[in-house]
């Protein structure tokens, strides 16, 4: 499929897809008239690194962690990163801790805000 389809099947700006394989994220085949091509596995995989993203992983670690995602899927040992992917694990809980403190402050801001006199 061309990059136009993959992002309509993805819900992924073409501008987006270009930056994930400038970043090895995704891979494509270029036609004789050098349009890029993707196979069909691209849309789960774009919907992968967008999951990723999304839990504040960024995109070299991301480029990282794909192939022992899919090594595992196939199967096959994945390499030996349970550390590594502990330690993200807990950065991203962190993160998340963090996010809920600040949300927590918010509520606190816009309750005290409702309830004082205008």
Do not use: F, K
């Amino acid at each position: 499929m061309r990059i136009g389809e993959l992002s309509a099947r993805s819900g992924v700006s073409p501008r987006s897809l270009r930056y994930y394989e400038e970043r090895g994220l995704l891979a494509s085949r270029r036609t004789s008239g050098g349009h890029r091509e993707y196979g069909e596995d691209a849309v789960e995989r774009v919907d992968r690194v967008q999951c990723l993203l999304g839990a504040g992983l960024n995109t070299e670690t991301i480029r990282e962690l794909l192939p022992c995602v899919y090594a595992r899927e196939r199967g096959e040992p994945a390499p030996d990163l349970l550390d590594w992917l502990c330690a993200e694990r807990d950065r991203v809980s962190g993160a998340i801790r963090g996010l809920e403190r600040t949300r927590e402050a918010l509520d606190e801001v816009i309750e005290n805000a409702r309830n004082s006199p205008a």
